[in-house]
């Protein structure tokens, strides 16, 4: 992505937060959404279509079951906002959700992918804009905005398009939600305890290294990870300190280039804090949840993750955490929002950052006579200006105009992410989004094997290479099997 882009979503990203609201907690307000009468597959005409109108359609519409699956499911900060957009959904037009969202994994992604090669495809799915997405678009799978458009001029007309992700055939798909960022959640307590000065926007690698061997030496763990399981984040930060704004979605021809000799010593770096005994001693064999725990209950000092955790942060905040009103303002605090630590070609401010998911319409629905129209009714309430206000949070959107949010409502968590964000160079995308699932697996499922030095570094990368090479040679084949 080049830098001009990059500082574009940057800009964007902080006028979004300047209107956004929190997410989902009972401290944060956001404008209440009206869901729209029922449609059929007589309706068009999208948003443009009145109240009344679709009312008067009601009376002879048939009730219709949609399948949705989603990634608002499990500790998502935002399941509960969409199991109420649901059911408010469900109780105004008369019509049933069956819902399969499950939270985002590897495992969830070769699912849907397997759905999709079955028949078993959901009629409307959330899902990502990446390379994850390849194979059903590629196959035909799902509906592009164009050919929606064609029939319901007004579908998310309230979308900016130059902010809605292209595929790599350069067509859209999707209308997103809520955008994302990546950086570094801090607890506060354990740098205190260790003596370590909670870290600034110039916060540099080798800075780090050292606060991670005095909190190390103060008997707590300076990184909460589960590189068994949940390795992205940090490969992609490491690779990102290496390859910059302008050069990290590249990918490499060989391990060997530029690109792959990036790729290899981002890797190398981790080893090292492996090595040096800066991450959980059962890191490889840990779970997410067990990690996050760590960090959560002040045994751990940094965490690497996106926006979305700010709500499981909160919840480790509440006595009871199904019930937002238990909030502990003063345990919140302990809790902070800074910077990856960056070295070589990546600033500490430099983000990884935008509207990475969005509401696809399956060509299976779109070829029901009785779900198209419920289809395309139900994701335009979901991404309509409110609703993705409510979800967006302390992330971005791609509305063309925002509500206006009391920004008095967000917790001190959420406020100190808004500073984050706003202090941001540049954002550029995961390069990870742009590597099919089964073209990761030496490098993510083999993360354990890499850091402990059972398999060669170079060679997990240039296998990684050889397989996106035979998948483009297949036309996606590797990412159908």
């Known amino acids: ?27 944060t307000k956001a404008p209440e959404t009206k869901a729209p009468a ?9 948003a443009e279509t009145t109240a009344e109108t679709k009312e008067a359609q009601t009376d002879a519409a048939n009730p ?75 196959g035909g799978k799902v509906m592009s905005l164009d050919e929606i458009r064609a029939e319901y001029p007004e579908y998310g007309a309230n979308m900016d398009d130059a902010k809605i992700p292209s595929a790599t055939n350069g067509k859209k798909y999707v ?4 955008g994302i960022w990546e950086s570094m959640f801090i607890n506060t307590r354990v740098l205190e305890e260790a003596g370590v000065e909670v870290p600034g926007a110039d916060y540099t690698w080798d ?35 290496y390859n910059g704004l302008d050069n990290h ?40 949840a067990e990690t996050l725990e760590l960090f959560y209950q002040d045994e751990a000092a940094f965490l690497i993750d996106g926006n979305w955790r700010i709500g499981g942060i909160l919840q480790s905040c509440q006595s009871d955490p199904d019930d937002e009103s238990t909030l502990d303002t003063e345990e919140l605090e302990k809790f902070a929002v800074g910077y990856v630590p960056a ?39 979901m991404t309509g200006d409110d609703i993705v206000m409510k979800f967006s949070g302390v992330g971005s959107h791609a509305l063309k105009n925002a509500p206006d949010i009391d920004l008095s409502q967000f917790n001190s968590l959420q406020v100190k992410a808004i500073d984050m964000v706003k202090g941001a160079t540049g954002f550029v995308g995961a390069v990870q989004d742009s590597i099919s699932t089964p073209c990761r ?41």
């Open 38 to 46: 029922a449609t059929t597959g007589e309706t068009k005409g999208g």
């Open 207 to 241: 800075q780090f290294l050292a606060d991670c061997e005095k909190i190390k030496a103060a008997g707590k763990t300076p990184i909460a990870v589960a590189l068994g399981e949940v390795p992205h984040y940090w490969f992609e930060f490491s690779i990102y300190n």
């Open 1 to 27: 992505m080049k830098k001009g882009i990059a500082l574009l979503l940057s800009i964007v990203m902080v006028c979004s937060l300047a209107a956004g609201c929190g997410s989902g907690s009972s401290e």
């Open 249 to 288: 979605l590249k990918l490499p021809a060989s391990a060997e280039d530029e690109i792959g000799q990036n790729w290899v010593k981002g890797i190398e770096d981790i080893k090292a804090l492996y090595d040096a005994g800066y991450m959980p001693a059962n890191t490889n064999s840990a779970t997410d």
């Open 343 to 381: 070295k070589e070609n990546r600033k500490s401010t430099d983000l990884i950052g935008g509207c990475t998911a969005g509401y696809y319409i399956t060509k299976k629905a779109w070829d029901d006579p009785e779900k198209r129209a419920a289809a395309v009714n139900f994701v335009e309430y």
């Open 64 to 138: 219709v079951e949609l399948n949705v699956v989603t990634t608002y499911a499990g500790n998502d900060s935002n399941a509960p906002n969409y199991n109420e957009a649901v059911k408010a959904w469900e109780e105004a037009t008369g019509n049933t959700v069956i819902d399969g969202s499950q939270t985002s994994n590897e495992a969830f992604k070769a699912q849907v992918a397997n759905d999709f090669q079955t028949g078993s495809e959901p009629d409307v799915l959330f899902y990502f804009t990446g390379a994850d997405a390849n194979s059903f678009i590629d």
């Open 441 to 481: 697996v030496p490098l993510f499922d083999g993360m354990p094997k890499l850091v402990t030095g059972d398999t060669d570094i170079t060679s997990a990368v240039q296998e990684c290479i050889d397989l996106m090479a035979e998948e483009a040679a297949g036309g996606g084949e590797t990412a159908a099997e």
């Open 175 to 178: 209308l997103p939600v809520n």
